[in-house]
């Protein structure tokens, strides 16, 4: 196997597991996201760990995407 075709499975792996990632962080704000005024929530526990874990594999997506135009 090439280079190339590591990156193409490295990508294709990150990408399963993001979706999987975004899928599993529901807003649930239902009618209140309808109401006036502001409410700031902060993220803790899964919550926090989940946004920071799909920040953390879109960075990498990113990274092996454009190393993987750079290597073509």
């Known amino acids: 196997m090439s280079l190339q075709d590591y990156l193409a499975l490295a990508s294709i792996i990150i990408s399963i597991a993001l979706i999987a990632i975004i899928l599993l962080q529901v807003k649930g704000e239902g009618v209140g996201g309808l109401q006036s005024g502001s409410f700031v929530r902060t993220r803790r526990g899964l919550e926090k ?16 995407a454009a190393l993987a135009v750079y290597v073509r």
Do not use: E, R
């Not at 760990?49 to 997506?61: D, E, G, P, Y």
């Open 49 to 64: 760990t989940l946004f920071q874990l799909t920040i953390v594999l879109s960075v990498l997506f990113l990274g092996i």
